[in-house]
């Protein structure tokens, strides 16, 4: 009987301990570049895969994609001075079609360096936020694209791409606030539309 | 060749003009980003950083119609060269674009001079050096290849921006493409510092330089293309793109 609570005082404390060595190693989770090489590296196992058919390839992207960015944030951070001004139906829109646009975005601008070879060159911390740096090496020139990411729960989530130095998110922010100036959002929301069907018809990437 | 110069310094002259009335007019934005109030919860933790910038651009239709007609040239008649171009393998093309950076390699040397990055100057001078030699005349980039020392762009508008001057208006060129007051003048600048309209008569130097781009055209991902594709107003993203880029360029 004082064996049998002992076991069940061991197990506790083992059970105690191992709870907390977990959440210790959460927080300070997978380094942030091991974790972009493995969604890149992912991305592009499945474009340099020619037999996936269009349809089950996207899916697959999606799948990799979706859970390592931060749609929700970056949308807000697109958004900007309009987030407040949009009521929560809009908000909710703008981040459903803004997260597939990136999406396809990102598929369109990796595509072009599926052949090409992807070196991991650094990582810089910052507290809760990194930027993880690769370049894609073609054979006239190096392009670099960062990856800038924050950290939630146990995961690094990528808010921005930088490709030669161009962010995308700033980019979308500058270019959106002047398309809501003037035609505001049902404008945005139904140019936003159309360019989700063009992006999602097979063929149309050529 | 002399009376090119001379219409060169009177274009010189028509551009710095308007560049001068942008510095002297209220530059809504000029290279700094714009400080708001933040407005979402994200923005307060990552605002700094990341303003977006304000591009001055008081003429935007004519620079949407130079736009319009610079994507139509792309088409119908750059890209389908370029196209044609391809047949060529890709090892030759790249030795020619090479050749050409090469070449082009004072104009770089100069603007690191100018702005006194002296460790960029020499680094440039031996990429020289090496390439023009051990890399035959400058065909294969050893110097990247083998030495690890990669090509670092600088132009004279870089070197303008490096002393202060704001990029002014947004100014989209014919053929050039994307520019500013401060950029359009900088081209004037590099005209002078490079080698070849000293060495090649007018014919020979447009000869020399549609060779050139439509090489780079031609290993070029289709970057363009990816563009039209993707975005919902090219000439916003672009003129966007372009603004960013240079303003990383001259903060290095």
Known sequence: ?206 | MKRTATSLVLLLFLLVLPAGLAVAAPDPAGDLPVTGEATSPFEEAFGEEEAPLKVWDPIEPVNRGIFWFNDKLYFYLLKPVARGLRVVPEPARVSVGNFFDNLASPVRFANDLLQGKLKDASDELARFVFNSTFGIAGLFDIAREQGGVSKKEEDFGQTLGHYGSGPGFYLVLPLFGPSNARDAVGRVGDYFLDPLPYALDNWELIGAKAVDKENDLSLDKDTYEGIKRDELDPYLFIRDAYAQRRQAQIAK
């Open chain 1, 1 to 206: 009987m004082r064996t049998a609570k002992r076991i069940h005082k061991f197990f506790c404390q083992f059970a105690v301990t191992a709870l907390l060595l977990m959440v210790a190693s959460g927080a300070n989770a997978a380094e942030p570049l091991a974790e972009i090489r493995t969604t890149v590296d992912e991305v592009l196992t499945l474009l340099r895969n020619k037999n996936l058919p269009h349809e089950a390839r996207r899916q697959q992207l999606t799948a990799v994609i979706r859970p390592a960015f931060d749609f929700e944030v970056m949308s807000q951070w697109v958004l900007g001075t309009n987030w407040r001004k949009a009521s929560p139906a809009e908000r909710k829109r703008f981040a459903d079609l803004f997260a597939d646009l990136l999406e396809a975005t990102y598929i369109g601008k990796i595509e072009a360096y599926t052949d090409e070879r992807v070196e991991y060159t650094g990582q810089k911390l910052e507290g809760e936020r990194a930027e993880v740096d690769t370049q894609v090496k073609t054979a006239s020139a190096d392009i670099p694209i960062r990856y800038k990411v924050f950290r939630k729960g146990e995961r690094w989530l990528v808010y921005d791409v930088v490709i030669e130095e161009v962010s995308l998110v700033r980019n979308y922010r500058s270019t959106y606030d002047e398309i809501v100036r003037k035609e505001g959002f049902p404008g945005l929301f139904s140019r936003m539309e159309e360019k989700i069907r063009e992006l999602k018809t097979p063929g149309a990437a050529s």
